[in-house]
């Protein structure tokens, strides 16, 4: 499957993003699906996931109450809704899919990678 993230860009502090996932090549029904993001000089960190045949989103502490998971609009597209920006989420933002049963947060657990949407949050 081939993962291609939009949505990002420049965005005032208390502002909202929405993030998209769109896949081809395959059906992100068959997959478990992570996000990700990689600030500057920060190792990536694994934000939000949702198990293989699962609707229901698992977060990390940190992103839990402001970063939303959904299945996307459009067929075979995933979101990422990030409310109340903070100048710290300024980063890189991935999304992930392996085809094994359960998501989780480290970027070990996922064989397939988009190239990133970047967001950047400032005044």
């Known amino acids: 499957v081939q993962l291609v993230e939009s949505g990002g860009g420049s965005a005032q502090p208390g502002g909202s993003l929405t993030l998209t996932c769109a896949a081809s090549?395959?059906?992100?029904?068959?997959?478990?699906i992570g996000w990700f993001r990689q600030a500057p000089g920060k190792e990536r960190e694994g934000l939000a996931c949702v198990d293989k045949y699962d609707y229901s989103a698992r977060y990390v502490d940190s992103a839990r109450g402001r970063f939303t998971l959904s299945r996307g609009d459009e067929r075979n597209t995933m979101t990422l809704q990030i409310d109340s920006l903070k100048p710290e989420d300024t980063a890189l933002y991935y999304c992930?899919?392996?085809?094994?049963?359960?998501?989780?947060?480290?970027?070990?657990?996922?064989?397939?990678w988009g190239q990133g949407t970047q967001v950047t949050v400032s005044s």
């Open positions: 090549g395959g059906s992100l029904d068959d997959f478990a």
């Open positions: 992930a899919a392996d085809p094994k049963p359960l998501c989780g947060f480290y970027e070990s657990e996922y064989r397939n």
